[in-house]
């Protein structure tokens, strides 16, 4: 089924450095939404997570070659996330499109001084991992890199900042986009490694990284459905 973006998405937002007001909380499971197609299996990727020698954990996913997509489209996604599109007659918000189980909201929270999305500006991500209300996520997160060759942000866990750290990478192959991505928990301190497994039972176990590893399969994958022509629509260009 084709996918139309609506005009309005694509009207150019008001230079800000900051964006009012957002509401202080989303309760309770997300409506899922209803799309013509499912998600991707996990056994579609090649994941794992390890500790790593610097006492921080790494949760890593190399996912199946995204069909059609190519890095220029990824970047601008990731500068574009807010807004609808049109499926069949229904409009729906981009980012529940994106995960229709488990996004909730998406906005960006601060952009630089031009008004444009890149390194600097924040967004807010709020969704509930595998429908655990256990695994709510509800974060700011700021822009460290956006460009075809990947993107990296920084979210605040319980009010620190550098707990944290996401990193995409993403390279044209034959026929679309090779895209990895991890998620790198805890700090670089000697002292870190004897305190990490509290750390990660109160802000990041396990389960809930394993969690994390299905959502993003299903998330990424997503994306060869509607990007293409989204960005299409959105720039007027084919790649």
């Known amino acids: 089924m084709p996918y139309q973006a609506l005009s309005a998405a694509f009207v150019p937002q008001p230079p800000a450095t900051v964006v009012g007001q957002y509401p202080t909380s989303f309760r309770g499971v997300p409506r899922p939404v209803d799309l013509p197609w499912g998600l991707k299996p996990l056994g579609s990727a090649t994941y794992g997570f390890d500790d790593l020698p ?23 996604w990731f500068a574009h996330l807010d807004g609808e599109v049109v499926v069949g007659r229904r409009r729906i918000d981009r980012y529940r499109l994106w995960h229709p189980y488990d996004h909730v909201h998406n906005s960006y929270a601060r952009r630089r001084p031009d008004g444009t999305i ?21 974060i700011v997160t700021r822009i460290e890199k956006l460009d075809e060759d990947g993107f990296i942000h920084n979210p605040v866990l319980h009010g620190v900042r550098g707990l944290a750290r996401m990193e995409y990478a993403s390279r044209a192959v034959a026929g679309g986009t090779l895209y990895e991505n991890c998620l790198v928990f805890g700090v670089r301190h000697p002292a870190y490694a004897l305190v990490r497994p509290l750390a990660k039972w109160l802000a990041f176990p396990d389960a809930k990284g394993e969690t994390w590893i299905r959502h993003n399969v299903e998330e990424v994958g997503m994306l060869e459905k509607f990007l293409p022509e989204l960005y299409r629509a959105g720039t007027g260009l084919d790649a």
Not at 54 to 76: K, N
Not at 118 to 138: H, M
């Open 54 to 76: 610097d006492g921080r954990t790494r949760f890593w996913i190399r996912h199946e070659v995204l069909r059609g997509v190519t890095p220029r489209m990824l970047a601008w």
């Open 118 to 138: 890149g390194p600097g500006a924040e967004i807010r991500i709020v969704e509930i991992l595998g429908g655990n209300p256990d695994y709510r996520v509800d």
